[in-house]
């Protein structure tokens, strides 16, 4: 070893040992490998859905600028009230991490010239979204998101066939006693008549409402609605219906998605207090949950301005989004199922030259499409074993020194506790011949 120069101390990285461990975000789990393979089963089933029904993948940055949330999600919106996360960048750009994906989607539509392409435009998105709320049971600050929007028509086929496809997902994903509540809260001609109204109603029960209600009576009467304080809740039986204020376009309208759900069989109830909680939607808005929890798996809805709210032509569009954890844990505790590929080969080698030469071994199964574990930090043969049983592996192929140095593996069959010594070239010809005789599908 040569001399260390005179200066080494001073270039050394000084290496400050942490007391204890740090823990990830509050409300962000880590998503460990396990429940990745059940997310990707749920991806799966979200692909198969988007691409019968004809919707392309769109990714849009989770950094937007905060404004596009402020005019889009709606300022009297809890989301941009209290709960988003926002940063100043070096720059002095003010960004906010994606509270939902619509007003993005809207964002890129507008941006991408996608308003010129054939309506309706459909698309889909899967990824996370960060909300600051208090976690607790399906609620967290980062959570992921399935989202179908589908933009330029105003037919009310569109919003059932969103509903349509969230209740496929979740019926495709064996989630049982599913019920969607189903409401309108009409148009820009016809709810202002009935908001001036509610907010009569409820000023008449002002000392009966809570403090939240309160406040919301002020920036956003329909929000009263949303409450789920028990004190406020014979308050909302009372309260005028939208469907007795909606115009004769609303109307036609509901009546026309409910038509179509009935005829489709989906089992909905008309839920009059469901109003959502981001300001931008139109007529119909809905929710999927299950019958025997409150908990919401799924909602969305028709929002026909917001493409004109956000600087494009007017162009109706409806969409929604559901909510991966919370179907995660509704799988998790109701299904059992293997996600694990099992492997068809275990890969044994004892010493440094046997390791060279199983390295070799392991690229000619992979393209073989051979699916081979092995278990190399184990030194022993016995350890080896002993992994490849575990994992229920019918073949083993042994590299020892000998192996090694004559360009040949033992190969096992743990079935029929036989072993024998094949040439190392033809190693993954033999197994895919017995592969194919024990009827094993290679991957
Ligand atoms: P959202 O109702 O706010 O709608 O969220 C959709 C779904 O995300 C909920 O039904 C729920 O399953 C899940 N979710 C919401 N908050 C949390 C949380 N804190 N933790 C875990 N899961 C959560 C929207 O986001 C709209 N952008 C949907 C839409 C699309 N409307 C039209 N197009």
Redesign the pocket.
């Given at each position: 070893m040569g001399r260390r120069p005179k200066d080494y101390m001073k270039n050394k990285i000084k290496r400050v040992k942490m007391k204890s461990i740090l823990r990830a975000p509050k409300g962000m789990p880590d998503i460990l490998p396990e429940e990745n393979l059940l997310r990707r089963k749920i991806f799966k089933a979200v692909e198969e859905m988007a691409n019968f029904y004809g919707f392309g993948q769109i990714e849009t940055p989770i950094l937007e600028e905060t404004k596009l949330f402020l005019h889009g999600t709606g300022p009297t919106s809890e989301i941009v009230q209290k709960q988003m996360f926002t940063l100043k960048t070096p720059g002095g750009d003010i960004l906010a991490l994606r509270p939902?994906?619509?007003p993005n989607i809207i964002r890129a539509y507008l941006e991408n010239g996608m308003s010129n392409w054939s309506k309706p435009v459909k698309l889909f998105s899967w990824g996370p979204v960060f909300?600051y709320?208090q976690p607790q049971r399906?609620?967290?600050?980062q959570?992921w998101?399935c989202?179908f929007?589908i933009l330029g028509s105003s037919d009310p086929i569109y919003d059932v066939l969103t509903i349509q496809i969230f209740y496929n997902l979740l019926t495709e994903l064996k989630i049982k006693n599913l019920l969607i509540e189903i409401n309108t809260i009409g148009c820009d001609n016809c709810r202002p008549i009935w908001q001036k109204n509610l907010k009569n109603y409820f000023h008449s029960k002002q000392k009966f409402l809570c403090l939240d209600c309160k406040n919301r009576l002020k920036t956003n009467p329909l929000r009263t609605l949303d409450c789920k304080k028990e004190s406020c809740q014979s308050l909302k039986e009372e309260a005028p219906k939208m469907i007795d204020y909606l115009c004769p376009e609303c109307r036609k309208h509901f009546k026309q998605v409910l038509e179509f759900l009935e005829s489709m069989g989906l089992p909905y109830v008309i839920n009059h207090n469901l109003v959502?909680?981001?300001d931008y939607y139109t007529k119909t808005v809905f929710?999927i949950r299950k019958t025997d929890d409150n908990i919401?798996?799924?909602?969305?809805?028709r929002?026909d301005y917001l493409v004109e709210m956000l600087g494009g032509k007017s162009t109706p569009a409806?969409?929604?989004?559901?909510?991966v954890?919370?179907l995660v844990e509704l799988i998790k505790k109701s299904q059992k199922i293997d996600l694990f590929v099992k492997p068809k080969v275990f890969l044994i080698a004892i010493g440094e030259l046997p390791k060279q030469k199983s390295l070799k071994y392991l690229e000619l199964l992979r393209k073989a499409k051979i699916y081979t574990a092995e278990s190399f930090a184990h030194e022993s043969l016995k350890a080896q074993l002993r992994q490849a049983d575990k994992l229920e592996v019918r073949y083993v192929v042994i590299v020892g020194q000998k192996e090694a140095l004559d360009d040949t593996v033992i190969l096992r069959d743990m079935k029929a506790s036989t072993q024998e010594v094949v040439s190392g070239e033809k190693i993954v010809e033999e197994l895919k011949k017995r592969l194919k005789n024990d009827n094993i599908n290679i991957i």
């Amino acid at each position: 070893m040569g001399r260390r120069p005179k200066d080494y101390m001073k270039n050394k990285i000084k290496r400050v040992k942490m007391k204890s461990i740090l823990r990830a975000p509050k409300g962000m789990p880590d998503i460990l490998p396990e429940e990745n393979l059940l997310r990707r089963k749920i991806f799966k089933a979200v692909e198969e859905m988007a691409n019968f029904y004809g919707f392309g993948q769109i990714e849009t940055p989770i950094l937007e600028e905060t404004k596009l949330f402020l005019h889009g999600t709606g300022p009297t919106s809890e989301i941009v009230q209290k709960q988003m996360f926002t940063l100043k960048t070096p720059g002095g750009d003010i960004l906010a991490l994606r509270p939902e994906f619509t007003p993005n989607i809207i964002r890129a539509y507008l941006e991408n010239g996608m308003s010129n392409w054939s309506k309706p435009v459909k698309l889909f998105s899967w990824g996370p979204v960060f909300r600051y709320e208090q976690p607790q049971r399906g609620r967290y600050r980062q959570f992921w998101q399935c989202n179908f929007e589908i933009l330029g028509s105003s037919d009310p086929i569109y919003d059932v066939l969103t509903i349509q496809i969230f209740y496929n997902l979740l019926t495709e994903l064996k989630i049982k006693n599913l019920l969607i509540e189903i409401n309108t809260i009409g148009c820009d001609n016809c709810r202002p008549i009935w908001q001036k109204n509610l907010k009569n109603y409820f000023h008449s029960k002002q000392k009966f409402l809570c403090l939240d209600c309160k406040n919301r009576l002020k920036t956003n009467p329909l929000r009263t609605l949303d409450c789920k304080k028990e004190s406020c809740q014979s308050l909302k039986e009372e309260a005028p219906k939208m469907i007795d204020y909606l115009c004769p376009e609303c109307r036609k309208h509901f009546k026309q998605v409910l038509e179509f759900l009935e005829s489709m069989g989906l089992p909905y109830v008309i839920n009059h207090n469901l109003v959502r909680g981001l300001d931008y939607y139109t007529k119909t808005v809905f929710e999927i949950r299950k019958t025997d929890d409150n908990i919401a798996l799924c909602g969305g809805g028709r929002y026909d301005y917001l493409v004109e709210m956000l600087g494009g032509k007017s162009t109706p569009a409806v969409g929604g989004a559901a909510g991966v954890e919370r179907l995660v844990e509704l799988i998790k505790k109701s299904q059992k199922i293997d996600l694990f590929v099992k492997p068809k080969v275990f890969l044994i080698a004892i010493g440094e030259l046997p390791k060279q030469k199983s390295l070799k071994y392991l690229e000619l199964l992979r393209k073989a499409k051979i699916y081979t574990a092995e278990s190399f930090a184990h030194e022993s043969l016995k350890a080896q074993l002993r992994q490849a049983d575990k994992l229920e592996v019918r073949y083993v192929v042994i590299v020892g020194q000998k192996e090694a140095l004559d360009d040949t593996v033992i190969l096992r069959d743990m079935k029929a506790s036989t072993q024998e010594v094949v040439s190392g070239e033809k190693i993954v010809e033999e197994l895919k011949k017995r592969l194919k005789n024990d009827n094993i599908n290679i991957i």
